[in-house]
T-cell receptor, first 115, second 113 residues
Framework: ETGVTQSPTHLIKTRGQQVTLRCSSQ?????VSWYQQALGQGPQFIFQ???????GRGNFPPRFSGLQFPNYSSELNVNALELDDSALYLC??????????????FGQGTRLTVV | AQSVTQLDSQVPVFEEAPVELRCNYS??????LFWYVQYPNQGLQLLLK??????LVKGINGFEAEFNKSQTSFHLRKPSVHISDTAEYFC???????????FGTGTRLKVLA
């Protein structure tokens, strides 16, 4: 068991709405990343937070935003949902930025369906 | 730009037969390499990783992989598969000093009885 938990597990939203996904990192991990996995594809990097600051971002528009809290839990917010946002959203936590933090522990994901 | 290519989208294999899932990476700098497994409706579970040292890496559930720098490959192997190995397998790369995993598109392993 990885210790990374995500909520909710499934979610259905209407196009144009906003959604917040939550992630609780593994104990002691100060780095969290979010990935989008479309059906039949590999996960795509959205962004990463390290000690509450965003320190990396993939090719996603600004309507994808996030937060990391002092207890290292995290949120992914998506505004103005589009049909193509339907995907499995994965949270991954790591122990740090150096070699010790190379292994990412993934949560079970949130399946978002936009209708 | 860094990229990971998984050459086979689907691999059917009979139970107790050997299997190899292929992965090639493209990077001009040193990389760390990983194989993850994903069961239906679940997240990713780490099978094994290559950081440095011995090029043959052993992981969980009897899987192993060999890092080949000259061929820029990191193929995953198992000498004898079980029905329970049926899943999606992802190869991933992490460039030293960066922050994001680059994943391949995945290989669906289907073990047949």
């Amino acid at each position: 068991e990885t210790g990374v938990t995500q909520s909710p597990t499934h979610l259905i939203k209407t196009r144009g709405q906003q959604v917040t996904l939550r992630c609780s990192s593994q104990s002691g991990h100060n780095t969290v990343s979010w990935y989008q996995q479309a059906l039949g594809q590999g996960p795509q990097f959205i962004f990463q937070y390290y000690r509450e600051e965003e320190n990396g971002r993939g090719n996603f528009p600004p309507r994808f935003s996030g937060l990391q809290f002092p207890n290292y839990s995290s949120e992914l917010n998506v505004n103005a949902l589009e049909l193509d946002d339907s995907a499995l959203y994965l949270c991954a936590s790591r122990a740090g930025q150096g070699r010790a933090g190379t292994e990412a522990f993934f949560g079970q994901g949130t399946r978002l369906t936009v209708v | 730009a860094q990229s990971v290519t998984q050459l086979d989208s689907q691999v059917p294999v009979f139970e107790e037969a050997p299997v190899e899932l292929r992965c090639n990476y493209s990077s001009s700098v040193s990389v760390y390499l990983f194989w993850y497994v994903q069961y239906p409706n679940q997240g990713l579970q780490l099978l094994l990783k290559y950081l440095s040292g011995s090029t043959l890496v052993k992981g969980i559930n009897g899987f192993e992989a060999e890092f080949n720098k000259s061929q820029t490959s990191f193929h995953l192997r198992k000498p004898s598969v079980h029905i329970s190995d049926t899943a999606e397998y992802f190869c991933a790369a992490l460039t030293s000093g960066t922050y994001k995993y680059i994943f391949g598109t995945g290989t669906r392993l289907k073990v047949l009885a």
